[in-house]
């Protein structure tokens, strides 16, 4: 039963943010760094203070905007390990598209031609993977917290669809959510509220993707050398 709510959950927020998973390429491809401060930015700039705007639809939005605080937190302490593992994010940019098998190939010919232990990119992979465990951990946890949140939202936004479309982007939202008048003249509505709870989510799914295609590759890469240790 578990499962299956979870799945629920799951595709009620692929159709809420719009199916924003990356594919392993594209995931290889891009710098993590830069793309994690790009969304935690994002999420700044649409805030994630508590609204007042109808209070069956405020204890949905508010619920939502503290898990998205808390993915937020998450995000900042995944940069910093993107950072102190740099040589992992390049290792796997540089041999993107290669099978697990291939890429622990790679792992074996780079580490071989390595002047020094701290080179070698096989024991980078295995402490990025520890490094990143509880990261993950507290990724999936969060994931279906927000999903759940998400399937709530779907309903608002069926609502609102019409007046959600005449709405701009992150900027305009953005103003709408600051406290700060001059920046725009119109106070947060429903259905601005509620775009903002759904570009929220759609941030917060970008973020998964990167956190769990990365945590993918380097657990299954540690456990391919656990078992071709073992063989001998």
Same mark, same amino acid.
């Given at each position: 039963?578990?499962?299956?709510?979870?799945?629920?959950?799951?595709?009620?927020?692929?159709?809420?943010?719009?199916?924003?998973?990356?594919?392993?390429?594209?995931?290889?491809?891009?710098?993590?760094?830069?793309?994690?401060?790009?969304?935690?930015?994002?999420?700044?700039?649409?805030?994630?203070?508590?609204?007042?705007?109808?209070?069956?639809?405020?204890?949905?939005?508010?619920? =939502?905007? @503290? *898990?998205? !605080?808390?993915? %937020?937190?998450? $995000?900042? /302490?995944?940069?910093?390990?993107?950072?102190?593992?740099?040589?992992?994010?390049?290792?796997?940019?540089?041999?993107?598209?290669?099978?697990?098998?291939?890429?622990?190939?790679?792992?074996?010919?780079?580490?071989?031609?390595?002047?020094?232990?701290?080179?070698?990119?096989?024991?980078? =992979?295995? @402490? *990025?993977? !520890?490094?990143? %465990?509880?990261? $993950?951990? /507290?990724?999936?946890?969060?994931?279906?917290?927000?999903?759940?949140?998400?399937?709530?939202?779907?309903?608002?936004?069926?609502?609102?669809?019409?007046?959600?479309?005449?709405?701009?982007?992150?900027?305009?939202?953005?103003?709408?959510?600051?406290?700060?008048?001059?920046?725009?003249?119109?106070?947060?509505?429903?259905?601005?509220?509620?775009?903002?709870?759904?570009?929220?989510?759609?941030?917060?799914?970008?973020?998964?993707?990167?956190?769990?295609?990365?945590?993918?590759?380097?657990?299954?890469?540690?456990?391919?050398?656990?078992?071709?240790?073992?063989?001998?």
């Amino acid at each position: 039963m578990l499962k299956k709510n979870i799945a629920a959950a799951v595709m009620a927020l692929s159709l809420i943010t719009g199916c924003a998973s990356l594919t392993g390429e594209q995931s290889a491809n891009l710098d993590r760094g830069a793309e994690v401060n790009r969304i935690i930015t994002e999420i700044e700039e649409l805030g994630y203070d508590d609204v007042a705007v109808l209070p069956a639809v405020d204890e949905v939005l508010n619920g =939502l905007s @503290a *898990y998205v !605080k808390k993915q %937020k937190t998450v $995000a900042e /302490e995944y940069r910093d390990i993107v950072k102190d593992f740099r040589d992992v994010s390049s290792f796997l940019a540089a041999n993107k598209g290669k099978t697990e098998l291939e890429l622990l190939a790679e792992a074996d010919k780079f580490d071989k031609g390595a002047k020094s232990t701290n080179e070698k990119i096989a024991p980078k =992979l295995k @402490a *990025y993977r !520890k490094a990143t %465990k509880k990261i $993950a951990d /507290e990724n999936s946890e969060l994931t279906v917290a927000l999903a759940e949140q998400g399937i709530k939202l779907t309903y608002y936004v069926s609502q609102y669809g019409d007046e959600i479309a005449k709405l701009g982007g992150i900027k305009l939202l953005g103003g709408m959510f600051s406290g700060n008048d001059n920046e725009v003249d119109t106070k947060p509505t429903i259905p601005s509220a509620i775009l903002r709870g759904k570009d929220q989510l759609f941030l917060v799914e970008e973020l998964n993707s990167l956190i769990e295609a990365d945590q993918e590759v380097a657990e299954n890469l540690s456990k391919l050398q656990e078992q071709m240790n073992a063989r001998g």
